[in-house]
């Protein structure tokens, strides 16, 4: 009995993922909030966040149109026809309920960066865009991770204050589609490393590069959205274990990035990363105040 290679496995992943899961309709949502104020009060910053997250896929696509300009096939066919049009209906879902809180409309970062416009001159050699292909695999697994364990703090948040409307309708449905695309990170990764394609030079540089441009989801390495990033862990109750979300959130890269480092749970620069965050938080709060 034959079995299908690792391409092929991720290939039909991908393919199942538009047919089981087509991007959310915005009709579909039931916009009855019982106490607009509490819902507001306890997660109104972090619905904001998300939203803007969210709604930045489109200058997403554009950066891995720059750092990938050779990219693959199943590449494709993941961010431009399942997790594209996912990702912008949740963040459509998300800012229209922060409106409907009584907040201002999200306001996502849609430019791409001129260090992202460097990386993308250098993808033009194929030995470098292999490094920006593992870096963007690795990237995105962490952020969909620390997307599914937002959206479970929040589904539970919103059972518990009894608006069942907000958690069936919006949230269960966003986070469901989370976890697939976090297999398509995890996967893609796995068979880069696994397949020999990256020779040790190639891993030295990725490792050099993760340590020196980690980014905690939506910062944009910019210290206003480092510290509303702090907020969001605060208020979500993960700064009460920063190590234990560290682990959470980096594990994947542990494993694949470091696997010669023995009984490494996560990159020290996760952890540093939130800590960063959660002291410009407490310095400044959620304020929109310039980097």
């Known amino acids: 009995m034959t079995h299908p290679s690792s391409d092929q496995r991720i290939r039909e992943h991908v393919q199942r993922l538009g047919e089981e899961h087509p991007p959310i309709e915005l009709d579909s949502v039931d916009r009855f909030i019982r106490d607009p104020q509490t819902v507001a009060d306890r997660y109104g910053h972090v619905i904001d966040y998300l939203a803007r997250v969210e709604l930045e896929v489109d200058r997403n ?21 399942v997790w ?73 948040g919103m059972e518990e204050m009894a608006e069942p409307a907000i958690a069936d309708t919006i949230i269960a449905p966003i986070r469901r589609q989370e976890p697939g695309h976090f297999a398509f990170y995890r996967m893609s990764a796995t068979e880069l490393i696994r397949s020999g394609a990256l020779r040790p030079w190639q ?21 206003r959205y480092r510290a509303q990033m702090g907020g969001v862990v605060s ?24 696997a010669n480092e023995q009984g490494m749970e996560f990159p020290p620069y996760v952890l540093a990363a939130l800590r960063e965050s959660i002291e410009l938080y407490r310095e400044r709060g959620f304020g929109d105040i310039a980097a």
């Open 235 to 258: 208020a979500l109750g993960f700064d009460a274990d920063l190590a234990k979300y560290a682990r959470e959130v980096g594990r994947i890269e542990a494993q694949l990035l470091w």
């Open 61 to 81: 696509v554009l950066e891995l149109l720059v750092l990938l300009p050779d990219v693959s096939e199943v590449d494709r066919m993941f961010y431009a026809d």
């Open 203 to 223: 891993l030295y540089l990725a490792r050099v590069l993760r340590q020196k441009t980690y980014n905690l989801v939506g910062t944009n390495g910019q210290d």
């Open 84 to 156: 594209q049009p996912q990702e912008i209906q949740h963040g459509l879902i998300l800012d229209r309920l922060q409106q409907d809180l009584g907040r201002p409309a999200a306001e996502p970062q849609l430019e791409v960066s001129y260090k992202m416009k460097i990386m993308g001159a250098l993808a033009h050699f194929s030995s470098i865009q292999d490094v920006a292909r593992l870096l963007y695999y690795l990237t995105g697994a962490s952020t969909e991770r620390q997307a599914v364990l937002a959206y479970n703090v929040i589904h539970a």
